[in-house]
């Protein structure tokens, strides 16, 4: 079964046009799961996130997240350039790879998830994969930078679905002054 899933998207205060992005695609038994936050804010980051999330919905999935975000690299070539984070939901397994500041969390198996410095488009230096068991009743959360990490419990929002947990995470943890983006699928038995 496809994961449940549900995000939230969100310019910062006074902007329409908002550079963070999430795409969700099943293919087959994979699922990709990725989210992009483009450099600045504003119609010009809300760009370069069009591009991106046009070449992440026609990229192939089945040959992992680095080659995903080698390709997605690629495509941001000559524009302000992205951090983004991709995840492959496989067989009771993820496969991530994650470059600049975005980050990835799962509950209740935490999966080590290791990122890549550098800007999608400019810079990347190598893109460092992670991965780690993801069975059924495993939920995967991927967020940008406008939404506070350090405080964030994902043992607290299990009586909640995608959806509600989704809502709550953004309420509680995402700023106001930079665009946020948060993206929860809860991976489901066949
Ligand atoms: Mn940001």
Do not use: Q, W
């Not at 310019?11 to 699922?31: F, K, S, Y």
């Not at 496969?95 to 600049?100: A, E, I, L, S």
Request: with cysteine; charged share 20%; aromatic share 4%.
């Amino acid at each position: 079964m496809t994961p449940a899933r549900f995000h939230i998207v969100r310019p910062r205060a006074g902007e329409i046009a908002c550079g963070d992005g999430v795409l969700v695609r099943d293919d087959g038994p994979r699922t990709l799961l990725a989210l992009v936050d483009a450099l600045g804010h504003g119609p010009a980051a809300a760009e370069v996130t069009a591009a991106a999330l046009a070449c992440l919905s026609r990229v192939a999935i089945g040959a992992g997240p680095i080659a995903v975000l080698s390709e997605l690299h690629a495509a941001l070539r000559g524009t302000r350039g992205a951090a983004a984070m991709v995840c492959v939901l496989e067989r009771d397994r993820l496969f991530g790879c994650g470059v600049g500041n975005v980050d990835l969390r799962s509950d209740p198996t935490s999966v080590p998830v290791v990122l890549s410095p550098g800007i999608l488009g400019g810079s990347v230096r190598a893109f460092r994969a992670f991965e780690g068991a993801a069975p059924a009743g495993t939920r995967v959360v991927l967020f940008s930078d406008g939404v506070s990490s350090t405080r964030l419990r994902l043992e607290d929002l299990r009586a909640l679905d995608a959806e509600r947990a989704c809502r709550t995470i953004f309420d509680r943890y995402a700023y106001s002054h930079d665009d946020a983006s948060v993206l929860v699928a809860d991976v489901r038995g066949s």
